[in-house]
């Protein structure tokens, strides 16, 4: 009985997988990067980016000025104890992620080579 009902259920997923597939597979598109068109931008929205861009780089030099103070302050040692646990964490996890874009990156350009 069991049998079964494990060999419905693969039925059923596959199915479902087969549906899934035909789906979200993307139709020939007949375009290229080379008829993407770009906006216009007008003088009000250059001078609107260029503020943002401003406001971020007052944002940064705040950021190390404060990063500055902070180095100057004296920290018990428990403290600096907890904050070294958690900058060997996130090394570690940024170089997990290191790898898996790395490896996303080469998947990337071995489809882009594949394609042309």
Known sequence: MSGIMIDRTQAILGGL????????TPTMALASEADIVLPYL???QS?????????????????????KKVLKMRAHQSM????ATIYETCKTYLIQQGKFLILLFCFIAFCI???F
Do not use: K, N
């Open 17 to 24: 997988f087969g549906f899934g597939t035909v789906l979200f």
């Open 42 to 44: 007008t003088a009000e």
């Open 47 to 67: 001078s609107m980016l260029t503020f943002g861009i401003f406001v971020c780089i007052l944002g940064m030099l705040f950021g190390l000025y404060q990063y």
């Open 80 to 83: 600096l104890d907890v904050a």
């Open 113 to 115: 080579a594949f394609y």
